[in-house]
């Protein structure tokens, strides 16, 4: 029986697993010193790196061994957000409604022109009188009124007035058309509705 150290292959004492570790370490610092620069920047940045000490935790940065957001960050984007939401959202309905109000207002302006042309062929728009017009599901309503024109007194002139009224998300609004005719045609009160 060996009563002294056990000797490993190389001859040298045999270690533990802590001292077989070390001794890798040794050896790999004595052959990186005979090695290239860049192989020495390799040793290097595997130095600073450190083997996992718990369960799940990776190779990091000796310096820096979690990473994560704070509280206080969390919080500020959560508040960042909570600001910037409801603007945007308001300016997504602001411009939704603008471009229904230009095209609505389109067609208003059209529906008005073609029912004030109609009535003035017809000798009827120096009257009074209103019509419904539906235009892809949407109710226009138009109404025409008629009153002396003031800014010149001496030509016998009346102003036509055609109101079309048109609802953009919940809420009403209007298109006015006006036109210059003789004063002393003879007006008939019209109603009609049609779907253009």
Known sequence: MNIGPKLNKVGTPRRGV????????????????????????????LKNFH?????????????????????????AALLLMAIVIPVALQGLQVASRAGEMAQRKMI????????????????????????????HGI?????????????????????????????????DFEVHLSTLIPAQQQSVNTGSSGMY
């Open 18 to 45: 802590r001292g077989l570790a070390s001794t890798r370490a040794r050896n790999i610092s004595l052959e990186c010193s005979d090695a290239s620069t860049k192989d020495s920047e390799k040793l290097s940045a």
């Open 51 to 75: 083997a996992p000490g718990r369960l799940g935790e990776a190779y990091l940065p000796s310096n820096r061994r979690a990473a994560g957001f704070t509280l206080a960050e969390v919080l």
């Open 108 to 135: 208003a302006t059209r529906i008005g022109n073609m029912e004030m042309n109609s009535l003035k062929v017809m000798n009827q728009l120096n009257g009074a009188g209103t019509g419904v017009v539906q235009d």
């Open 139 to 171: 109710t226009y309503r138009w109404s025409v009124k008629c009153q002396g024109w003031t800014e010149d007194p001496i030509s016998q002139l009346s102003q036509a007035t055609v109101t079309v009224t048109f609802p953009v998300q919940g809420r």
